[in-house]
């Protein structure tokens, strides 16, 4: 069997296999290396005297403007610029600055106002168990629950939120609201054993209890729910190998952080909110550059429950916006996570006390077979064609607590551009009281119950089809009214409408119209005499269920449309705001938009919002199999005709086949 295989690769930012130090920044847009955060840590410190109680929430690229990376030519000097987020602990302040590293000092120092609170830091996590796990009215309460052995107990911090119920002890402070569960032994599924009946509410600066919120006891579930090798002595044993081989190479080539395949470039970017983000997307058609997007990243994405009860309804995780998606990414595993011949991007990560790590193996890159991509049999000739699929795959990995979310983003052959989140993992789960039966979700193992949740991501792309000045306009199917435009009743049309303003452009998929959306340029046409280009076709979707006035719809406001349209402004990136960590009334796509700015050819941002609903099925216990989720861009009238025709066949006797 062929063995899956990593190439060599040097990056802006890595490490190289030899030892030698990293290669320098070759671009503007190129992440920070491990030396330039460790250096804007140590200009920090040093011009702003910070004290030990200063932690340290995150360091990235502050992106130089649109303009000066359009305008950027190879070898030419580039600014550098670091991004911080920061938390004083002492005085309960957090503060943003900028650090210029080729000036050497801070280019500007803010503090964020009063109440606002930077996303929980990873470090904090284990704090929290910790300090709950030394708690004597923790343990305490365990013994009241028959539970005597704290060592196998997990407490899962979740972020508090802000819901308008909080207590008076709770104002102002930087909190966590953590869960537990218990498990058997040491390796045990714990999720199987939810102590839901109790919520440790934890001040986060001070790393101390505030209280217990106790809503009785409960018998825990009978039954295990492990999921590792060792507990599944039964594997199947019929399974062939698949081989996977490219003798003769992939088909990418990768410099530093730009990628080449197939007529596509990009550049691979990480930040530790985002995760992957992907730079200057453009298409190579017959030796012109054509740009599609500038720039395209998950933004945020919200995960509301739907358990009214009083110890459920705060869980509403912003694991974008309120933890940083980045920051919980997997260092991806050859030929488990990624298969074939693989180039593996390396990213650097701080943990709260400023210390540098290098997170390997963060993105994979990687060619796959996709099956057909056109195919045509002439029966009066006997002439065949067909042409396989390949698609280019750049992806990360991330454990969000239970769950793992696969972000991929797909580069295909024809010109399309697809996203797909893959989400799979261990449900979150409460305990069923003997003979009860779930009110707000499913029953999948003895007394254990899954609840219903949708998982609601926002997606940022900064459009620049075949130029910075786009339009987008809205397409629905509609039937033509019987009349003499219809004499048969057989007629329907395809309606275009110019989405022309913020307001217009707040929409909702619609599948009983076929609805999508066309982002066009139009100071381009194509031979037809039409604007050139691209279709944002919606895949599943569907609306949030929570009430229009919930707090978590005041908080994540983005969730009430699947479509916003805004004109470019390089402050406005995250759907939910920059800090919805126990914001209270939220911020983002609701507040931009109320400007009701013109979005008519003009450099554009569309922002789509796309969700799963997940009704849980016994068949998701004990880790759930992948389900999909996402979107595709698809040239529409970009090219003159498909640009898959000069695809060669996949070998001769595929090409002009007879039959006879």
């Given amino acids: 069997m062929a063995q899956p295989t990593e190439i060599a690769h040097e990056g802006s ?41 200063v932690r340290f929430v995150s360091v990235f690229l502050h992106e130089p403007h649109k303009n000066a990376v359009e305008q950027y030519r190879p070898g030419a000097p580039f600014d550098r610029q670091a991004f ?77 939120g802000m819901y308008g119920t909080e207590v008076a002890e709770d104002q102002g402070r930087r909190r966590m609201r953590a869960l537990c569960f218990v498990r058997s032994e040491a390796l045990d599924n714990g999720y199987a054993r939810p102590l839901d009946t109790m919520v440790v509410v934890v001040d986060l600066n001070k790393m101390e209890i505030l209280r217990i919120e106790d809503y009785g006891v409960t018998p825990l579930p009978p039954e295990a729910g492990n999921w590792a090798r060792e507990y599944i002595p039964n594997l199947r044993k019929d399974l062939k190998p698949i081989e996977i081989a490219q003798p003769e190479g992939p088909s990418f080539t990768v410099e530093g952080n730009q990628v080449e395949w197939q007529k596509w470039k990009f550049r691979v970017g990480f930040t530790a909110r985002e995760g992957l983000v992907l730079h200057t997307i453009s298409y190579n058609d017959d030796g012109r550059e054509r740009p599609v997007l500038y720039r395209a990243s998950i933004s945020e994405m919200v995960v509301p429950y ?42 650097p990560l701080i943990d709260s006390h400023g210390r ?24 009066r000739t006997n002439q065949s064609e067909v042409r396989r699929s390949r698609r280019l795959s750049v992806s990360f990995i991330a454990t969000v607590g239970n769950y793992e979310y696969g972000f991929y983003w797909y580069f295909y052959l024809d010109g399309t551009i697809q996203c797909e989140i ?21 029953e999948i193992a003895p007394r254990l119950n899954a609840p219903f949740h949708q998982h609601i991501f926002a997606a940022r792309l900064v459009a620049t089809v075949d130029g910075p000045k786009n339009s987008v306009y809205e397409v ?60 944002l076709a919606p895949g599943e979707n569907c609306p949030p269920l929570v009430q229009p006035d919930a707090a978590v719809m005041r908080r994540a406001g983005f969730m009430s449309n699947h479509l916003w349209v805004t004109p470019y402004n390089p ?51 004990p880790v759930m199999p992948v389900a999909t989720i996402g979107f595709q ?20 006797a595929c090409a002009h086949e007879k039959h006879h």
């Fill in 13 to 53: 930012h890595a490490h190289s296999e030899n030892g030698k130090a990293p290669i320098a920044a070759r671009h503007p847009l190129d992440p920070l290396s491990a030396q330039e955060i460790e250096e804007a840590l140590r200009i920090l410190i040093a011009e702003k005297q910070l004290g030990e109680s």
């Fill in 476 to 535: 629905n199917s509609a039937s033509v009214p019987p009349g003499p435009a219809n004499p048969h009743g057989n007629a329907f049309v395809a309606e275009e409408t110019l989405l022309a303003t913020e307001k217009q452009a707040q929409r909702r998929v619609n599948a009983g119209s076929a609805r999508f959306w066309r982002i066009v340029n139009p100071s381009r046409k194509n031979r037809l005499g039409r604007p050139v280009g691209y279709r």
């Fill in 84 to 160: 911080a987020l920061l938390l004083d602990r002492n005085t309960q302040a957090g503060y943003e600055a900028v650090v210029d590293l080729n000036r050497k000092s801070v280019a500007s120092f803010a503090q964020l106002p009063t109440g606002v609170q930077p996303p929980i830091m990873l470090d904090e996590f284990g704090e929290v168990e910790q300090a709950v796990k030394r708690s004597p009215e923790f343990l305490e309460a365990l013994r009241k629950r028959g539970v005597t052995n704290a060592d196998l107990v997990m407490v899962e911090p979740w972020s508090a």
């Fill in 356 to 379: 540098v790590t290098e997170l390997k193996h963060a993105v994979c890159l990687h060619e796959e077979d996709f099956g057909i991509l056109w195919k045509h049999t002439d029966w």
């Fill in 571 to 621: 402050r406005e990136r995250y759907a939910a705001g920059d800090y919805p960590n126990q914001h209270p009334t939220g911020d983002g796509l609701p507040r931009w938009t109320s400007a009701d700015r013109s979005v008519e050819n003009t450099e554009v941002v569309l922002w789509y919002v796309f969700a799963h609903m997940h009704v849980p099925r016994p068949e998701d216990w």
């Fill in 306 to 347: 739907g358990d009214p009860r009083e110890q459920y309804y705060r869980k509403n995780a912003f694991d974008i916006g309120e933890y940083g998606i980045g920051m919980l990414a997997n260092s991806l595993a050859l030929g488990c996570d990624c298969l074939g011949v693989i180039h593996y991007f390396d990213f």
């Fill in 422 to 442: 893959k989400l799979t993992g261990i449900l979150n789960t409460t305990t069923l009281a003997p003979g009860e039966k779930p009110a707000y979700g499913v």
């Fill in 633 to 652: 861009l698809k040239p529409d009238g970009f090219f003159e005709r498909s640009a898959a025709m000069d695809v060669p066949p996949p070998s001769k």
